[in-house]
């Protein structure tokens, strides 16, 4: 297993104990809508990188295209996450688009995965 892909499970085990993290400030504050998105972005993005990881580890889809997608998975679900968190606690977003950025990262990073599952393999 390469460097790359060890660091992709590591944040992705991040990812899903933020995404914990979150639900349990949703489920408690008044008013928190914005954080059980934010949890459910994680939550739902964590196990994707994981099986991102494995299905190019094990050679399913060309490794580089895939890295690629679970790479564009992390960022854009913690930019949307972390806008939306942000917006909760301290009442301004990131920066300006910050969480429709991730979320158009996240299309793009699912395409990007279809794409692996799609490129002919190798001879």
């Known amino acids: 297993?390469?460097?790359?892909?060890?660091?992709?499970?590591?944040?992705?085990?991040?990812?899903?104990?933020?995404?914990?993290?979150?639900?349990?400030?949703?489920?408690?504050?008044?008013?928190?809508?914005?954080?059980?998105?934010?949890?459910?972005?994680?939550?739902?993005?964590?196990?994707?990188?994981l099986a991102t990881v494995a299905i190019a580890e094990r050679a399913i889809v060309p490794a580089r295209i895939a890295l690629v997608a679970a790479t564009g998975f992390v960022i854009a679900a913690s930019l949307f996450a972390g806008d939306l968190a942000l917006r909760q606690y301290a009442g301004h977003g990131l920066f300006p688009m910050a969480a429709p950025s991730g979320g158009t990262l996240l299309i793009a990073s699912w395409l990007v995965l279809a794409i692996a599952a799609m490129w002919p393999r190798r001879g």
């Not at 954080?35 to 993005?45: E, K, P």
Request: charged share 5%.
């Open 1 to 49: 297993m390469n460097g790359v892909s060890r660091l992709l499970i590591g944040l992705a085990a991040i990812m899903g104990a933020c995404g914990v993290v979150l639900a349990a400030a949703a489920a408690h504050l008044p008013d928190a809508s914005r954080l059980a998105a934010a949890s459910s972005m994680l939550l739902f993005h964590a196990p994707a990188v």
